[in-house]
T-cell receptor, first 118, second 112 residues
């Protein structure tokens, strides 16, 4: 399995500002994803982070609001732009498949970033 | 749209009791994972089941994948307060899509 770290672990932000969340993996992985988990809810996929190209967004999520970067096989960022209180949530990075390894369906998750927007 | 229905959504039982959580779908999955999530942390993988009819045991937890690969169950024997948490099932679709979908979760609370 891969060890995933996220920064920051939590933040409190003002309405209208932006926050960039970093996800670092200790080994090269083929796929990286970003999820949102609103209070008391399950996980909702925001997008798949693609190395060297634009992320693939799920219905209801757009690049202008959630720009994503993935410059290499171990790192990705998610920015939450022009925040509103409705963006208060836990944002989770997830990875699947060790690069060069056997294909696996199992996904692993980072510890999450707890965002509160005032 | 593929859906995973989990039941029950909430469960509060006394320490020492047994319980079963269910995860059902009308779709077939190539594999299914169970995660446990504690407050303030990300989901932690408990098990992956791949073969129809497969049963896996993790100490007091028993996981089963349905024969048709459309459903799964998690059975906990002699529940302990440390089992408290949010249990999530997640399925990998049979198509070329690499995404997994999550159930809504079962929030389990074990009373000492």
């Amino acid at each position: 399995s891969a060890v995933i770290s996220q920064k920051p672990s939590r933040d409190i932000c003002q309405r209208g500002t932006s926050l960039t969340i970093q996800c670092q993996v200790d080994s090269q992985v083929t796929m990286m994803f970003w999820y949102r988990q609103q209070p008391g809810q399950s996980l909702t996929l925001i997008a798949t982070a693609n190395q060297g190209s634009e992320a693939t967004y799920e219905s209801g999520f757009v690049i202008d609001k959630f720009p994503i970067s993935r410059p290499n096989l171990t790192f990705s960022t998610l920015t939450v732009s022009n925040m509103s209180p409705e963006d208060s949530s836990i944002y989770l990075c997830s990875v699947k498949g060790l690069a060069g390894g056997i294909r696996t369906d199992t996904q692993y998750f980072g510890p999450g970033t707890r965002l509160t927007v005032l | 749209t593929q859906l995973l229905e989990q039941s029950p959504q909430f469960l509060s039982i006394q320490e020492g009791e047994n319980l079963t959580v269910y995860c059902n779908s009308s779709s077939v999955f190539s594999s299914l994972q169970w995660y446990r999530q504690e407050p303030g942390e990300g989901p932690v993988l408990l098990v992956t089941v791949v073969t129809g009819g497969e049963v896996k045991k993790l100490k007091r937890l028993t996981f089963q994948f349905g024969d048709a690969r459309k459903d799964s169950s998690l059975h906990i024997t002699a529940a302990q307060p440390g089992d408290t948490g949010l249990y999530l099932c997640a399925g990998s679709a049979m198509n070329r899509d690499d995404k997994i979908i999550f159930g809504k979760g079962t929030r389990l609370h074990i009373l000492p």
